[in-house]
């Protein structure tokens, strides 16, 4: 995978500064033009009289209000400029509808809160760039392809989409391109996103991740099998933080159990592939009773809540941890039920990925020009460990809803249904 330098990210971060400055310029003023003409006429009795006419829709010129003031006696000092009175210049301003920018996600926000906080986040950056952003959520790749299909029913100038798996999504992808939209992708499939055609992709080093967990371990003195708990099973970026355990634990094998965790209601035929919190207990107390489990790596907030369960449920004093955030999990940290978590920084995906579409949009960029400004370059997040310390801090950070638009801002964005939280 190829990873951006300190000169490369220096030129990456200039551009999506221009790019926010530029855009929102465009978006802040609108240029108006109106065709005026001056016109002199010498009178009899040797003064001057000027007017002012303007140009009409229909091509016709019309003459403009006639001030009092607007005669040159013929005994008018030379080389001394004279004014007329102020006259008023109506000018029909058509209304300009904003760009349009969709930002596309693989979970639910009301079922994930890294989704939740990572959608509001660039909502919040598209209410600041001046842009209507249409926001999607999906369970699975057949609707994430259909959410990238109805994007493009909406004319967008951009998109920025997760990949979590790249050739379910590939064709819509090639659709959107097709029809001259620039595609960015953020958060799962950095290594896929070449492949795609993504201008540029943002997302957190979900391999770093994985062995900075991996390395927490060791240094607890785990030892055992540990279990790292994928809740979506076709998604790349979460057998990455697997693979990046499973080469730095030094305690045990790594054993990966993979689920598609849901928290979808009973009434819902669709998606009753999907595995629930409590199915998901349930397998990790019969896995810990069936020995040599020393430690449990979770992905997400909701898994990692199941796990907790499923430990106690077990009478077990298997070490744990997950990567993700919540009140519940700080507490846990605090309390001593998780050793640690993994940050994984949702504000700052949402942020940055609009921002990747601005600067993209800016500067105009396509696959041809992308490659010699970029060279496929990726902005990985380094992941943060959080302690019992720095969960805290972050409790205090985070506490409350996550960040929207201003109320009064009006809220022309869309989103793909989603049940009540």
């Known amino acids: 995978m190829k990873r951006v ?49 303007q140009l009409d829709a229909d091509q016709s010129w019309n003459d403009l209000e006639l001030p009092p003031a607007r005669f040159l006696t013929a005994d008018a000092p030379v080389d001394r400029w004279r004014y007329t009175n102020p006259i008023d210049v109506t000018v029909v301003i058509e209304e300009r509808q904003p760009p349009v920018m969709c930002v596309l ?98 997302g957190l080093d979900d391999f770093a991740g994985g062995v900075r967990a991996g390395d927490e371990f060791d240094e607890a003195g785990v030892n055992g099998t540990l279990l790292c708990i994928i809740h979506e099973e076709d998604n790349v970026g979460l057998r990455d933080r697997c693979d990046g355990i499973e080469q730095s634990y030094d305690g045990g094998e790594v054993e990966r159990i993979s689920v598609d965790l849901s928290g979808v209601p009973d009434d819902d035929a669709e998606h009753q592939g999907h595995t629930r919190p409590q199915h998901l207990q349930s397998l990790i107390v019969e896995r810990i009773a069936a020995g040599d489990v020393g430690a449990i790596l979770t992905l997400n907030h909701d898994s990692a809540v199941a796990a907790m369960s499923a430990v106690e449920e077990a009478g077990s004093d298997t070490a744990l941890a997950s990567f993700g955030f919540s009140d ?94």
């Open 105 to 202: 996600g693989h979970a639910y926000p009301a079922e994930d809160r890294f989704w939740r906080w990572t959608l509001s986040a660039a909502d919040v950056a598209g209410y600041q760039y001046g842009v209507d952003m249409v926001l999607y959520a999906a369970r699975d790749s057949a609707e994430h392809a259909a959410d990238l299909r109805d994007c493009i029913s909406h004319d967008p100038i951009t998109i920025a989409t997760s990949l979590p798996y790249a050739d379910d999504l590939r064709e819509p992808i090639a659709e959107a391109q097709a029809a001259g939209i620039q595609v960015v992708t953020f958060n799962s499939g950095a290594e896929d996103a070449d492949s795609v055609g993504s201008l540029l992709h943002i």
């Open 5 to 53: 330098g300190k000169s490369h990210l220096l030129t990456l971060v200039i551009g999506l500064v221009l790019g926010a400055i530029a855009l929102g310029a465009v978006q802040a003023a609108i240029s108006v033009t109106s065709e005026v003409r001056v016109g002199v006429k010498r009178l009899a009795d040797g003064r001057v009289e000027v007017k002012l006419q």
């Open 328 to 421: 519940t999990l700080a507490d846990a940290v605090r309390d001593g039920q998780l050793l640690f978590v993994v940050w994984d920084h949702p504000v700052v995906q949402g942020y940055l990925a609009v921002s990747a579409m601005a600067m993209a949009y800016t500067l105009e960029l396509s696959q041809l020009n992308a490659e010699v400004f970029f060279n496929g370059a990726k902005i990985l997040i380094e992941p943060t460990l959080a302690d019992r310390e720095r969960a805290s801090e972050l409790k205090s950070m985070f506490a409350g809803p996550p960040p929207s638009p201003p109320d009064d801002a009006g809220d022309d964005s869309t989103e793909s249904e989603e049940p009540e939280s």
